[in-house]
């Protein structure tokens, strides 16, 4: 399982090396990389199956949730099984499950409030890119000029709120 973090997407080329010389299959884990891309190619497209997260700390929010992607036709068909109960296709066995399920359907409310943020991604992708320059700036001339030390405990917190901006 691969595992892009705080906007940074990881090196996918020796993954994807290491996937096929050993015929694995790659999870890769794009909850914060949403819109941003390795070598030109967007991240979430490099695995058999990617997630994505909308909690709200994230690119795109839906209050909670994800989604899934893959371009396998069983691992989709698998997918949709699971997120609706398991719930036989058959209409006249709809309520007999053969396997255990869950009930991650999305709501269109849900669903028209990501695809707004959607529209506007690269707005946010930049508003927040900007954001961490300006810390990443601030964390450097503090470094450069400050002769005070600062508490551990405050340290931590300004990590800790920078990480939140991812």
Known sequence: MVVH????????DPIIEIAKEYDLKIIEDAAEVIGQTYRGKLCGSFGDISVF???????????????????DENLF??????????FSPNPDERFIHEE????????????????AQLERIEEHIKKKDGLVRGITNFCLILRMYATYQFPKRTMQKIFTGFIQLY
């Open 100 to 115: 255990l399920g869950w009930n991650y359907r999305i709501t269109n409310l849900q669903a028209a409030l990501g695809l």
């Open 77 to 86: 068909e698998r997918c949709k099984y699971y997120r609706n109960l398991c």
């Open 53 to 71: 997260s909308f909690y709200p700390n994230k690119h795109i929010t839906t209050g909670e949730g994800g989604m899934i992607l893959t371009d």
């Open 5 to 12: 973090i705080y906007g940074l997407p990881v090196d996918m």
